[in-house]
C-alpha cells in the first residue's frame, strides 16, 4: 500500500470517528431525563432506528468476522444472511409488545421493562444486570479487536495504542450524550456501512468476472502456499454447507433468525421508536440496509479466498484481515469505503452497549439491591462506569487471544441465555410465572461461568454445538418447568396494563 493511500485511508477513518464525534456533542441538547440518556426512549423515526438498529446489531462481526470465518469455513457463513430477515421477524413477534411497555411506565433500560413484566422483581432485574454486563464486555471486546486488527494494518499501530485512541474519543462523546447521541451516530454510521456494502459488491464483480468464475478458481485451487503460509482450498468449502461441523452449521441456521430475538440491540431499539404505528417501516430499514452489509461481508470473504486461490496474494496469516487484503487489491476507492465501514461497524456497537452497560449498573443494580438514586445521579454514575466499563474491556481484549467473530459470538450467545427467559417467553406467554423466570436467569449465570471456564480449559462439547446453544436451552426448560407449578406474576395475576400490552 502506497503513503498516499494510507494518508487518505487513515483521514476518511478518522473522518467518521470525527463526525460521531461532533454529532454525539450536537444531541446532547436532546437529553433531558435517565430515559432519554440510556434508552432514547420514544424519541425518534424509522429511518434513523432501523439504520441504528442494524449497525450495532451487524457490529464488526459483520464487516470483518464474516469475511474472517467466510476465508476459513466456506459457506458455513452464509447461513448468517438469514439474519437480514430476523430484524421483521423480531418486530412482527415481539416489537408491538415492546414499545406498548414503553406506555406503562418510565422506561430506560430493558430491566426496565422486566420489572414491569415480573411486578419488580428484585432478583430478577439483579441477575439480568450481571448477564447483560458480561456479555457487553465480550461484545465490546469484538468490536475493539477488529479496531486494533484495522489501525495494525494500516498504520503499523498497536493494539493499545489503537484501542486507547478511538476508543477514548468514543467514551467521551457517548458519556456526553448517552443513547441519544449514540443511536444519531449509529444511524449515520449504518448509513457508511450500506455505502460501503453496495461499492464492495459492485468491486467484487469487477475483480472476480462473476460468481461462477470465482467459485470453479476457489474450488480447483486446492493447496495454495506462499510467505510460509499454506492455505487448503476444497469444492467442500462452497457447498451448502461449507467446511464447519454439523453442530456448529446447525447453530448458524437457528441464531441468526431466532437469535436476533434475543439481542438486545434489536429489543431496546423497539421503544426507541417515537411512533408505534412506524414498526414495519423500522423493520423494512433495518432488514434491507442489513441485506447490503450481508452480501458486503460475503462477498469479501469469497473475494479474499478467489485472490488467494488465484495467486494474486498470499495466502492470510490472519483470517481478520481477509477484507483488508480484498479491498486492498481492488483499490483505493473501496479501501475507504471498507475502512469507514469497519470503524463505523465498531464505533456503532461499542457506543450501543456502553450505553446499555452503563444504564445496568446506574439504574438497575442499585434498584435491584433497594437504593434509589435520582435522575442526575443515575446519569453520572453512569458516565463513570462508561469510562471504568471501556478501560476494562481494553484490558480484556489485549489479553485474549480471540478472533473477532469468535468473541462476537460469546456475547450473541449470552445475551441470549439472559434475554429468551425474561422477554421471548415474558412477553408471549402468559404462564410465565416471576419465579421461573428467576430460575431461568440463575441457571443461565451460572452455567456461563462455568461453561467459559470449561471453554477456556479445552472442554468439548457434545454434537459439536456451541455451548452457550445447550445454556440457551436448559435456561428455557428451567423458566418453563418452574412456570408451570408457581403463580408469581402470571396469567390472572398480571397487572391488567401489562396484559394488554402482551395481547398486541
Known sequence: MSGGARIAIALCAFGVVVVSLLIGWWSKKKMSSAQSFFGSTALFGPVSVGLATMAAAASVFAVMGVPGNFYVLGNTINLWILSSGGFA????????????????????????????RFENHKGIKFIFAILIFLASIAYLSSQIKGVTVLFGYLLGWSPLTSALVIFGILIVYTAISGDVGGLLTQAFQGFVMVVAGIILVISFYMITGGMENAVMTIANAGEVTGGGITKALSPNMLDGWGAATNGTTMAFVIMPMIGLLGQPAILSRMYALKDPRDMPKMGLFASVSHLFVSFLAVVAGMGAMYLVASGRILPLENADSAILAFSEHVGIVCQVFTYAAVISAALSTASMFLTMASGMVARDVPDALGMKLDTRKQVTVGRVVMVILGIATIAFTLKSGSMVAMLTTLGYGTFITATFPVFVIG????????????????????LNIVCMILVSKGVKW???????????????????????????????????????????
Open 427 to 446: 412477553l408471549l406467554w402468559k404462564g410465565c410465572s416471576k419465579e421461573g423466570t428467576f430460575c431461568g436467569l440463575l441457571v443461565s449465570l451460572v
Open 462 to 504: 457434545p454434537g459439536g454445538l456451541p455451548w452457550y446453544m445447550n445454556v440457551i436451552a436448559l435456561s428455557i426448560i428451567v423458566t418453563v418447568v418452574v412456570s408451570l407449578f408457581t403463580k408469581g406474576a402470571k396469567g390472572n395475576a398480571l397487572d391488567p396494563r401489562v396484559q394488554a400490552a402482551m395481547d398486541l
Open 89 to 116: 421477524l423480531s418486530y412482527i413477534i415481539l416489537g408491538k409488545k415492546m414499545r406498548a411497555m414503553a406506555e406503562l411506565g418510565p422506561i430506560s433500560t430493558l430491566g426496565d421493562v422486566a420489572a414491569l
